[in-house]
């Protein structure tokens, strides 16, 4: 910049070094991830660096001739130097507008023009003139290819790094075009120059990195939203019920017309909505969450939900995962309505656990839930009973009545136990006419008085026949107890014992195996009993036969007790006489 005062002063020249190793940091700075800005700065800065060394060279030279030395070789290398920061700030320049190959055609010509006239002035036709006029022209040309390149690109959007570049870059140029000219006035600022631009160059690059930043930013951005408009777009038809939830307050912002649909939301109003309130389960809620944060997604999970304008909850299946939304994390929620199929399913598992006729529970379910039920009484020390019921005369009522008839006897026997035992005791038809009852928590002696009240109970019942005439029924109960066993076979078989004792004594009655019966009753070899003229369903076969047709209610085979037969006009009158 024609400025050897800068090597006469040590703290200008101090002060110098220092912006120029800021601008070496600005570099660092500005083109460590931008591969625009890399090529550009970097040779800018050894443009720089090479104009600052050729001012060096020409304080040395200024001594060598005032001491009677030749200084051809340092004008040479001077000139060099000029050049080759000419040629640096160009190829900046040109690559700032163009591309790499365009400025690298551009060092070569210049390059060696310049190299072959730096030569021919200097040692072959020496002009003092020329050499001195390059001197000018060099740092003159670099300096016009800079603020030609900057202002190209400060007149592109988001661009005030190459703004400040430019204005820096033109006042240098003006700068050295007045010396040229001699037009340029001795100030006191001049030894202050190359401080101030190597300074402004050093924020000029600071301010590119961010103009490039913020245009990477806006691009995102406008990708951004290009992705939620997809998104949104998507969503809206899709012809799933999706919603769009946040995942630190759980608010809905986004559903389609489906979901509105489904869920009873109005659309204009989704702030006011949460996901979780839609959940008539906590538990499976709760479920889905911890999946979500193990997994980040979710398919085909089964949720019950309620909405704001129904009182019944219906199935949902749900795939759901976190993802960016709006510049948040949110979950993506899409639904499909299982109502109808979790319906199915719930028939068919009632279908294999219930008994068709009364809607009680079957053998099988009653065996395997008390097993279950008796281990864990088991660790608790707790008791159990077993009851055991068998419609009595049964066989006659669907002899004088009709099979009908005797369906509804099984059914209000059924629905009267069911009314008359806890929600937690287990009552099943075990087959035919008898039913099994399971009593936790009930030793023999209280499941006696639990049998009596239900006896009790009903034999007050009445149903009628087709032809409307009253029908009175009673039933026999055998008990047994966690005293006896804790084997389910074992109680329910001991408890049919204690019902056949009933049926002896009597019938309408409760009869409790007690643990003095159980040495005769083992003894016994569980044989099958000759004497079948009771009406006593023969349990000791039940595991090795198919189990009795729970739809027609009657065992064909069961031999009526002549003995204590009445005639049907007094069947009621006998029933409550026993009662």
Not at 31 to 40: N, Y
Not at 180 to 204: G, R, S, V, W
């Amino acid at each position: 910049m024609g400025n050897i005062e800068v090597f006469n002063q040590n703290y200008i020249f101090i002060l110098t070094l220092a912006t120029l190793g800021f601008l070496l940091f600005s570099c660092f700075y500005a083109s460590g991830d931008s591969d625009k800005l890399f090529a550009p700065m970097w040779m800018l800065f050894i443009g720089f660096v090479a104009e600052f060394a050729a001012e060096g060279i020409v304080a040395a030279a200024t001594e060598v001739y005032a001491q009677g030395g030749s200084v051809e070789s340092y004008i040479f290398a001077e000139l060099l130097l000029l050049l080759l920061a000419a040629i640096f700030m160009g190829m900046a320049a040109t690559s700032i507008l163009a591309t790499n190959l365009a400025s690298y055609i551009f060092a070569g010509a210049i390059g060696a023009l310049g190299a072959i006239a730096i030569a021919l002035f200097v040692f072959i036709i020496p002009d003092g003139n020329i050499v001195n006029s390059m001197r000018y022209i060099f740092p003159l040309a670099g300096f016009a290819c800079i603020a030609i390149g900057f202002w190209a690109k400060a007149g592109q959007e988001h661009r005030g790094g190459f703004l400040l570049g430019a204005v820096a870059a033109s006042a240098v140029a003006f700068w050295i075009l007045l010396k040229f000219f001699d037009f340029a006035p001795e100030i006191k600022a001049a030894p202050y120059i190359a401080a101030m631009f190597y300074l402004t160059m050093a924020f000029a690059f600071m301010m590119m990195k961010s103009d490039i930043l913020y245009t990477r930013i806006e691009k995102a951005n406008q990708q951004i939203e290009k992705y939620n408009d997809r998104i949104e777009e998507m969503i809206r038809l899709s012809p799933f019920p999706i919603i769009i939830s946040r995942l630190g307050d759980d608010k809905i912002i986004l559903a389609n017309n489906n979901a509105c649909k489904l869920f009873g939301i109005n659309a204009k109003e989704l702030d006011r909505y949460h996901l979780k309130d839609f959940f008539a389960d906590s538990d499976n809620r709760q479920l889905l969450t911890e999946r979500l944060e193990a997994e980040k997604e979710v398919q085909d999970f089964e949720i019950l939900v309620k909405t704001p304008t129904s009182d019944t909850p219906f199935w949902l299946l749900a795939s759901a995962n976190v993802m960016d939304y709006n510049y948040d994390l949110v979950l993506y929620s899409a639904f499909q309505d299982i109502t109808s199929r979790k319906n199915r399913e719930n028939l068919l598992k009632n279908q294999a656990i219930r008994d068709p006729l009364t809607s009680l529970y079957n053998r099988r379910y009653f065996e395997d839930e008390v097993s279950k039920q008796i281990l864990a009484l088991k660790a608790k020390n707790s008791p159990y009973s077993v009851l055991m019921l068998d419609a009595d005369f049964f066989k006659k009522v669907n002899d004088t009545y009709g099979h009908k008839t005797g369906d509804k006897v099984l059914i209000e026997l059924a629905s009267t136990a069911e009314r008359a035992l806890r929600d937690n005791d287990i009552v099943a038809r075990y087959g035919g006419e008898e039913f099994v009852v399971f009593l936790p928590g009930i030793k023999a002696e209280d499941g006696k008085g639990v049998a009596d009240r239900l006896r009790q109970s009903i034999g007050m019942q009445t149903v009628y026949s087709d032809d409307n005439t009253p029908v009175k029924f009673t039933v026999s109960v055998g008990v047994s107890s966690s005293e006896i066993s804790d084997n389910v076979d074992m109680l329910i078989k001991t408890a049919d014992e204690a019902l056949y004792k009933a049926k002896q004594n009597g019938r309408n009655r409760v009869e409790v195996f007690e643990a003095h019966d159980l040495e005769a009753f083992m003894a016994q070899g569980q044989v099958e009993r000759k004497d079948e003229s009771q009406n006593h369903h023969p349990i000791f076969d039940k595991e090795k036969s198919a189990e009795i047709s729970l739809l027609d209610g009657i065992e064909e085979n069961k031999i009526s007790d002549d003995k204590v037969f009445v005639e049907e006009q007094n069947i009621s009158s006998q029933t409550n006489k026993d009662a």
